[in-house]
């Protein structure tokens, strides 16, 4: 396979070729002079030499197509270098709404996060990680580092009580996450969020993961959350759960918003994971592992360059044109 790396320039030798020829086509029309009388020449025969006439102005338009080819630089493909990245950065976006408080996941949505969290932080090594916590706001709970034990710690300390919980702005989770990664413009960034229900707060999602994709932020996203949705409980005075009941009906849990979700994550590059139960839940940031990892191990491919072949054949058309005109293909023309 060959690339051709500046095939912009090929206009520079069009007009070059092109009057070439002309005089080529030239030198090839028949021209003569006057004699009075042609006796003498009939028994003439023209030398080998005179048959060969047009092979200098060949040559020439031969050198000026090689260093033509030359200009625009062919490059052969040999194969791919593999390329390990130094280090990305990761922000961590946790949702806390007060529905993280469900049971669907053991023995709750938001201390099966943590643990998965705890999990994934303790596989990282030589990336900036940081977590951004969001209900009906958003804020940084630890910025980017590569203390590792300073964000388990961090982690280990989130609660409901953390944000205000009365609220899910997903949107603006992620725009907190994608200032942070922003000081770390032209470096790979992923933000990875997880979420158990439908943005009310704040920006769209939508409108955040353009402002991602504009800063080339690749947005994994989790869904959290049995499907149909978790049931809500009550808790009496004296500590039993029974089911809230609304217009005679148990209130339930709203589901994650897979098609939003999941649009965040495709306008970005990334993917959307729906984690139904703590196995999924962990299969998922396992996964998610394995997709940053494969991102460190970038194959390039590895060209070689063929401009030098055709730059040489363009020299040696030009030193055999000099030399037959000099001395067998002299013309008195």
Not at 44 to 64: E, Q
Not at 76 to 90: H, Q
Not at 173 to 198: C, H, K, P, W, Y
Not at 283 to 302: G, M, S
């Amino acid at each position: 396979m060959v690339k051709w790396s500046n095939l912009y320039l090929v206009w520079i030798g069009l007009p070059v070729l092109l009057v070439l020829f002309l005089a080529f086509r030239d030198r090839l029309k028949a021209k003569g002079v006057f004699f009075s009388q042609v006796s003498a020449l009939l028994s003439y025969k023209p030398s080998f030499s005179v048959h060969l006439r047009f092979v200098p102005i060949l040559l020439r338009i031969l050198a000026v197509s090689a260093l033509v080819v030359a200009i625009i630089r062919p490059q052969a493909l040999m194969g791919e270098d593999e390329v390990k990245l130094r280090g990305i950065n990761i922000m961590l976006v946790v949702d806390l709404s007060g529905s993280m408080v469900a049971d669907d996941l053991k023995p709750d949505r938001i201390t099966a996060e943590k643990k998965v969290l705890s999990e994934f932080v303790s596989r990282i090594k030589n990336d900036q990680v940081g977590l951004v916590v969001f209900g009906a706001k958003s804020f940084t709970q630890s910025p980017l580092t590569m203390d590792y034990e300073v964000l388990q710690t961090a982690i280990k300390e989130i609660n409901l009580n953390t944000v205000d919980a009365d609220g899910t702005a997903i949107g603006d989770g992620i725009l907190t996450a994608v200032n942070r990664l922003s000081e770390f413009d032209g470096q790979t960034n992923i933000l990875i969020m997880a979420t158990d229900g439908t943005n009310n707060r704040g920006e769209e999602p939508l409108k955040a993961a353009e402002i991602a994709e504009a800063k080339k932020i690749r947005i994994f996203t989790v869904g959290i959350g049995a499907k149909g949705g978790a049931p809500v409980y009550t808790v009496d005075q004296f500590g039993t759960r029974s089911p809230f009941i609304v217009d005679g009906k148990p209130m339930r849990w709203d589901e994650p918003n897979d098609e939003v979700l999941g649009e965040v994550s495709s306008k970005t590059g990334g993917e959307y994971f729906r984690a139904t139960d703590e196995k999924t839940l962990d299969a998922i940031y396992t996964r998610i592992d394995q997709l940053i990892k494969d991102e460190k191990k970038r194959k390039d491919p590895h060209y070689k360059e063929l401009f030098n072949i055709f730059l040489l054949i363009a020299l040696g058309c030009i030193f055999l044109e000099v030399l037959l005109s000099a001395t067998w293909l002299r013309s008195f023309a």
